[in-house]
């Protein structure tokens, strides 16, 4: 069996972080996995903790279905989309296929697509319908643990190594802000809000800031996110706990409302102030992944304003884009980065997400 290539020193087994259900996560010790043929063996470096993982943890409707969406995840499995890492080992033609080396920094899309269904086959491949999203579908398993296999329809991307960790691990991220940002279509000198201002939110804020808005609007309940909102580029923020946010920023349109708003909060009641906000025939991206449903008056959309509603979801073809700008310094964002915690504290990781008093995002480094 010469198929495979890789490291003398892969030990046998590994510690990897197993979700078994909700809040039951548990440290086990687990085989490192062999790579099959167009396989990656990556040595983990970082696994970041998203707000979807928190859904699955906190067992909203992602996680075990409801009268609207399916149950998602297929526990028992390591979880994680937001790695960082090395090739450790590689399948037989691995490394041509995926033009990289024993060794090389390595990230891959969140998504393996199966490349054959209807998607797939037009370009549209982040929305699979295998929907195979690495650490919440059991073929796909996640990086939070030491080693992690690339599938061989993972779409890879090799990491400059005089990137930070910090903005290594932001990779992901930013790669789904900027698709977000795209599917908003700002033109030069429009107002841009941009609604909710968590690891995503951010991210939109640095990448809505280069599309030169002529007004760029943040809002979150969080005052140390509008700190940091206004230094990646925000005008003008404010919070909506202690501002009537949909006046404000009529006021500042001369009772217009913006051209663009972008969603990240993921909270059903940020939808129907967003709406007011915004002017007619303007647009509306959605990004978030909500718990629970959200009652609106639709009328809003057509009678009242011909507006676009879009949506956004992961990061097609955006993953070469976000680590050319952080390469080149285009984007600066280290500081969405507050905790980098061992595995072991896991536990302490998932609730600082959870309850965001002063973590934004939180790196486990197995
Ligand atoms: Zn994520
Ligand atoms: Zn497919």
């Given at each position: ?185 700002i033109?030069?000198g429009d107002v841009v809000v ?19 808005p002529g007004l760029l609007i ?17 005008d ?13 920023v009529?006021?500042l349109t001369?009772?217009y409302g913006c051209d663009v708003l ?17 002017r007619?025939?303007g ?84």
């Amino acid at each position: 069996m010469a198929a495979m290539t890789g490291h003398t020193d892969i030990p046998e087994t590994m510690r990897a972080l197993i979700c078994h259900g909700v809040r039951d996560y548990r440290l086990e010790t687990r085989p490192v996995p062999t790579p099959g043929p167009g396989e990656i063996l990556v040595k983990v470096h970082d696994c970041g903790i998203c707000a979807s993982d928190i859904k699955c943890y906190g067992g909203a409707a992602l996680f075990w279905g409801d009268e609207f969406r399916d149950a998602y995840v297929e526990p028992p499995l390591i979880p994680g989309h937001e790695f960082t890492g090395r090739v450790a080992a590689l399948g037989e033609g691995a490394g041509e296929r995926h033009g990289v080396d024993l060794g090389d920094r390595v990230v891959a899309e969140q998504i393996v697509p199966c490349n054959a269904c209807r998607y797939c086959q037009r370009g549209l491949y982040w929305l699979c319908v295998k929907a195979q999203v690495f650490g919440f579908k059991k073929a796909v398993e996640g990086g939070m643990a030491e080693y992690m296999i690339f599938p061989a329809n993972s779409r890879v991307y090799r990491v400059p190594d005089t990137m930070s960790d910090k903005h290594a691990a932001l990779i992901e991220p930013l790669g789904c802000a900027l698709h977000a940002v795209e599917r908003g279509s700002i033109h030069l000198g429009d107002v841009v809000v941009q609604v909710g201002c968590g690891t995503l939110g951010l991210c939109m804020v640095a990448a809505e800031r280069l599309k030169n808005p002529g007004l760029l609007i943040a809002l979150d309940l969080i005052d140390s996110r509008l700190d940091l909102a206004r230094q990646f580029g925000a005008d003008v923020t404010f919070n909506p706990n202690h501002t009537d946010v949909v006046q404000e920023v009529l006021k500042l349109t001369d009772g217009y409302g913006c051209d663009v708003l972008i969603e990240a909060t993921g909270n059903p009641h940020a939808i129907e102030p967003s709406l007011h906000m915004i002017r007619k025939a303007g647009t509306f991206v959605e990004f978030s992944v909500m718990k629970g449903s959200s009652n609106v008056d639709w009328t809003i959309i057509g009678d009242g304003k011909e507006l676009d509603i879009l949506g956004a979801h992961l990061a097609p073809y955006t993953f070469p884009t976000s680590i050319d700008y952080l390469e080149r310094g285009l984007i600066s964002i280290e500081p969405i980065i507050t905790d980098v915690l061992p595995l072991e504290a896991h536990d302490r990781g998932f609730k600082a997400v959870e309850h965001p008093e002063t973590s934004i995002k939180v790196l486990l480094r197995p």
